[in-house]
C-alpha cells in the first residue's frame, strides 16, 4: 500500500450520523483519489483530485457526500447524513509523480445501521 | 470516455489450471495498462503494468501484453494456486492536461481449488 493511511479501518455508525473519513497520502503525490467498493457496484471512483484540486466529483452520489483536501498531506470524505446503503468499503489511492500506477490504502469498512 | 471492460466472473479453477481474464480497453490516448489485485480484506495492490504497445508486463508468474492493435491487455498464468484466489482489477492510466485519471474494470473473482 506504499504507505497510505485510511483512517479508521472500521466505522458503525447510526443512520442519520455524520461519518467523516480520513486519508493521508504519501509524498510525492499529485492525483488523489476515493473509491467506494460493494459486491453490488463493484469498484466505483467518486471523486479525485490532481494537485489539490477537485477536477471531477461526478462519481459522487448525492450532496450528502462531500470531500476535501486542504492540503498535500491530508483529505476527508464525509458523509451528512449516513444512510444504510452508504455501507461499503472506501479506499482512497493516489498518484505519485514520476509514476503511472495508483497506490491504494487498506479501505475504510464502513457499516451504517 | 476511457473505458475497460473485463470479463465476467467468477472463475473457478482447478490448481495448477491455465489461467486467462480477458480485458479490453477504450481510450482517447496513449494509456499505461495495469492489472491489480485484491485479496479478501485488503486494499488493492499492482500485480504488472505496461505502458506503451507491445510491452509485457508480469510478476508472480503472471503475464499480460499490452496490445494496441486490439486494445486488449488479457491476464493469463500458466499455472495457477489456491493463493492466486483474488478479485483481480484491469485498469488504465491516461495523462490529461489537468493530470492523471485511472479507470478500472469491474473486477473478476478468481478462485482456486485445491
Known amino acids: 500500500d506504499a504507505g497510505v493511511i485510511q483512517s479508521p479501518r472500521h466505522e458503525v455508525t447510526e443512520m442519520g450520523q455524520e461519518v467523516t473519513l480520513r486519508c493521508k497520502p504519501i509524498?510525492?503525490?499529485?492525483?488523489l483519489f476515493w473509491y467506494r467498493q460493494t459486491m453490488m457496484r463493484g469498484l466505483e471512483l467518486l471523486i479525485y483530485?490532481?494537485?489539490?484540486?477537485?477536477?471531477?466529483d461526478s462519481g459522487m452520489p448525492e450532496d450528502r457526500f462531500s470531500a476535501k483536501m486542504p492540503n498535500a498531506s491530508f483529505s476527508t470524505l464525509k458523509i451528512q447524513p449516513s444512510e444504510p446503503r452508504d455501507s461499503a468499503v472506501y479506499f482512497c489511492?493516489?498518484?505519485?509523480?514520476?509514476?503511472?500506477?495508483?497506490?491504494f490504502g487498506q479501505g475504510t469498512r464502513l457499516t451504517v445501521v | 470516455g476511457d473505458s475497460v471492460t473485463q470479463m465476467e466472473g467468477p472463475v473457478t479453477l482447478s490448481e495448477e489450471a491455465f489461467l486467462t481474464i480477458n480485458c479490453t480497453y477504450t481510450?482517447?490516448?496513449?494509456?499505461?495498462l495495469f492489472w491489480y489485485v485484491q485479496y479478501p480484506g485488503e486494499g488493492l495492490q499492482l500485480l504488472l503494468k505496461?505502458?506503451?504497445?507491445?510491452d509485457k508486463g508480469s510478476n508472480k508468474g503472471f503475464e499480460a501484453t499490452y496490445r494496441k492493435e486490439t486494445t486488449s491487455f488479457h491476464l493469463e498464468k500458466g499455472s495457477v494456486q489456491v493463493s492466486d484466489s483474488a478479485v483481480y482489477f484491469c485498469?488504465?492510466?491516461?495523462?490529461?492536461?489537468?493530470?492523471?485519471?485511472?479507470?478500472f474494470g469491474p473486477g473478476t473473482r478468481l478462485s482456486v481449488l485445491p
Open positions: 489511492a493516489f498518484g505519485v509523480r514520476g509514476s503511472t500506477e495508483a497506490f
Open positions: 509524498s510525492g503525490h499529485n492525483s
Open positions: 483530485f490532481n494537485n489539490n484540486v477537485p477536477i471531477d
Open positions: 481510450a482517447t490516448g496513449y494509456p499505461s
Open positions: 505496461a505502458t506503451k504497445a507491445d
Open positions: 485498469a488504465l492510466s491516461d495523462r490529461y492536461n489537468y493530470g492523471q485519471n485511472f479507470v
